[in-house]
């Protein structure tokens, strides 16, 4: 199984950037996908970005689309979410997910089966 661990949260204003990183380890073989979805308080978990392994192919929310990218690390089976431009709205918990089987959607939850601890960004108005 796979493991994960997000870092590189914090506080900015808007208008502001941050880079967030998610290292996976434990039976990485098995990584055909990994993504970022976010919740803030209050509200539902939602779909940020994503990345197939093998293809490299990306996926944005129209929300993020623009201000955030998606990059991987194939070495060190690591996932980073470069976000800029940041709003109050981008303020939540984000959390780090890696596929272990292939999937059809990328952007849906039900695609990932490992997940990080989450990490909190908050944007300042």
């Known amino acids: 199984q796979v493991q994960l661990v997000e870092s590189g949260g914090g506080l900015v204003q808007a208008g502001g950037s941050l880079r967030l990183s998610c290292a996976a380890s434990?039976?990485?073989?098995?990584?055909?996908?990994m993504a970022w979805f976010r919740q803030g308080a209050g509200k539902e978990r939602e779909f940020v970005a994503a990345?197939?392994?093998?293809?490299?192919?990306?996926y944005y929310a129209d929300s993020v689309k623009g201000r955030f990218t998606i990059s991987r690390d194939n070495a060190n089976n690591t996932v980073h979410l470069q976000m800029n431009t940041l709003k109050p709205e981008d303020t939540a918990v984000y959390y780090c997910a890696a596929a272990s089987r292939p999937f059809a959607i990328a952007t849906t939850a039900v695609s990932y089966n490992g997940w990080g601890q989450g990490t909190q960004v908050t944007v300042s108005s």
């Open positions: 990345v197939r392994w093998g293809s490299g192919t990306t």
């Open positions: 434990g039976r990485t073989f098995g990584n055909f996908g």
